[in-house]
């Protein structure tokens, strides 16, 4: 069974950083392209950042291109999410996610076959 295992989450200032991390089981990340959601409170759910496993390929939303980087570490089929210059506005659930059609072109929830359960960050003071 496809499991996805999101971690690293917490409470951090603004302008502080945090990692998050999903970890895959199930699948091989060099299959599937897996990208990272959010969803703050009362908002829609929204696609952050999106990589492929297989070629390295990355794209980011507008609303954190330069701030956050994702990366992967095959080896351990993990999925990082670096997040820095953490901004209030990004205090929401994460989630990692994957699907055979998941993509840059398509970072929508309608293509998403798998859901982890979401790591909590708050950025406050």
């Known amino acids: 069974q496809v499991q996805l295992v999101e971690s690293g989450g917490g409470l951090v200032q603004p302008g502080g950083s945090l990692r998050l991390s999903c970890a895959a089981s199930?699948?091989?990340?060099?299959?599937?392209?897996l990208c990272w959601f959010r969803q703050a409170p009362g908002k829609e759910r929204e696609g952050v950042s999106c990589i492929s496993s297989s070629d390295g390929s990355t794209y980011y939303a507008d609303s954190v291109k330069g701030r956050f980087t994702i990366s992967r570490d095959n080896a351990k089929n993990t999925v990082y999410l670096q997040m820095n210059g953490l901004k209030p506005e990004d205090t929401a659930v994460y989630y990692c996610?994957?699907?055979?059609?998941?993509?840059?072109?398509?970072?929508?929830?309608?293509?998403?076959?798998?859901w982890g359960n979401g790591t909590l960050v708050t950025v406050s003071l």
């Open positions: 199930g699948f091989t990340l060099d299959y599937w392209r």
């Open positions: 996610a994957t699907g055979r059609f998941l993509g840059a072109a398509t970072m929508y929830p309608p293509f998403v076959d798998y």
